[in-house]
């Protein structure tokens, strides 16, 4: 759907605790829409922009964009019998995982485990964490490279929004000792089929001569898959048995499709699939469209912290802000550059998880006075109790307009889940007597998703 903002003319207001400047301009009426990512606007969607010379001393922000794109809407119901907690909320941690299975290879020389973890939400679907594992255990000078491999089946795909890391770790086992000599990171590839692969050495003798004898190396690699309908992922381990060839040359695919080498090249060793149910149509998915006026903030930027609860539509939760208001009945605005002042927020802290933020964003005016000294983040909590950053607001390789009848609609997901969520503004640079550093929040979708 389009939802259309109508953005009018209003009185200028004095106030005791700060006295605003914001420009009084006639607004025409400008549809704005909530979809996907700014990356994918197309050539035409970008509007003709010129060059403010006055403003170029001070700013590189000259970029105006515009977007329309459909909202589809879609229900979904959850049947009964589904395997989630209580509570109706996946599983947020490592400590409680999906599913696992272990394969020893008949040798005795490899041992894999696959183990699935359902982390959270994205587009109405499961995001999984799958990691594998792998201890080899030798007797014998070996310094090759081998691969560790996790691939899904047709039903799923990789998901990107969470970064994948992998490991390999060596151990000493003279006389009976599991001491650990040493851990390196290990770079995964998504070049070579429908997983990921992980390329390390394997150095299970050091040489003649050494105290330690390093008999047992362990892998850990992740990988995090959508799986859209049910779905099976799977370990796979690739040894090197080639002398004198540091690296294989290969290429795999789905689960279920042999890995194409030859017995005198690798020999391969395969894990037992597991299967992972998709819960495609199971899944409800929430969506609470919050305006600005929806806050009942003041037109103006206060210099002590406000703190208010809301319910809007179901969505439960409290905002605490700084130099943060509601400025000619627009947008609601963050302005840190004002002697006394030096940080703005906005801060949102749900009763539920948000998965998803669909928002408008702008600059008030092209004389904001920003400094490449001074910040401003789009941040999540993560499950740590951690700020991350889903966007510097500063950042000139995407820059929000300058022209705020001309905003952007920006996409943030949090496919793990987030309770708390802030727009975030600091400045060094504090004496100004003007409120500067004017950053526009628009209207605001947030997503949940329950089982």
């Known amino acids: 759907m389009i939802l259309t903002s109508l953005l009018s003319l209003s009185l200028a207001f004095s106030f005791l605790t700060s006295t605003p400047d914001e420009d009084t301009t006639q607004v025409n009426s400008n549809e704005i829409l909530l979809s996907k990512p700014i990356s994918n606007i197309s050539q035409e969607e970008v509007l003709d922009f010129n060059l403010n010379e006055e403003y170029l001393d001070d700013s590189t922000y000259v970029l105006s964009t515009k977007q329309t794109i459909e909202i589809e809407s879609q229900i979904y119901k959850a049947p009964s019998g589904w395997y989630f907690s209580e509570a109706g909320t996946l599983s947020q941690t490592k400590d409680s995982y999906y599913k696992m299975d272990t394969y020893t290879e008949p040798g005795g020389y490899v041992t894999l485990t696959t183990t699935a973890y359902r982390v ?266 951690a700020w991350e950053t889903s966007f510097d607001l500063l950042n000139n390789n995407n820059p929000l307009p300058t022209d705020r009848n001309n905003p952007k609609s920006y996409e943030f997901i949090f496919a793990k889940g987030t309770n708390k969520i802030r727009f975030y503004s600091h400045t060094d640079y504090t004496n100004s007597s003007r409120n500067k550093g004017r950053i526009c929040i628009g209207q605001t979708i947030f997503t949940s998703y329950s089982l």
């Open 120 to 385: 959270g939400f994205y587009d109405g679907n499961v995001v999984y964490l799958i990691t594998s594992n792998a201890v080899l255990n030798k007797d014998f000078r070996y310094d090759k490279n081998d691969n560790l491999i996790t691939r899904h089946g047709d039903n799923a795909t990789f998901y990107d929004g969470l970064t994948c890391h992998g490991k390999y770790s060596v151990y000493d086992l003279k006389n009976n000792a599991h001491r650990f000599l040493y851990e390196k990171p290990i770079t995964p590839s998504f070049e070579r089929g429908e997983g990921v692969l992980y390329e390390f050495p394997v150095t299970q003798d050091t040489g003649f001569g050494d105290t330690y004898n390093p008999l047992q190396t362990v892998v850990d690699g992740e990988y995090y898959i959508v799986a859209t309908n049910t779905t099976s992922v799977q370990s796979v381990y690739v040894h090197n048995q080639k002398p004198f060839i540091e690296s294989l040359s290969f290429t795999f695919g789905h689960v279920g499709v042999n890995i194409p080498l030859s017995s005198k090249d690798a020999a391969v060793y395969y894990a037992t699939p597991l299967t992972l149910p998709g819960y495609n149509g199971a899944i409800t998915r929430e969506k609470y469209v919050v305006s600005q006026s929806d806050y009942n903030f003041e037109q103006q930027y206060f210099f002590e912290p406000k703190t208010a609860s809301h319910n809007i539509d179901g969505l439960f939760f409290t905002t605490d802000r700084l130099r943060c208001g509601y400025i000619e009945e627009e947008y609601i605005n963050l302005s840190a550059k004002r002697s006394g002042a030096g940080t703005a927020y906005l801060e949102f802290t749900f009763d539920k998880k948000i998965y998803q933020m669909n928002t408008i964003l702008t600059f008030w005016s092209a004389k904001e006075l920003f400094l490449i000294t001074d910040s401003a983040y789009v941040q999540y909590m993560n499950e740590d109790g």
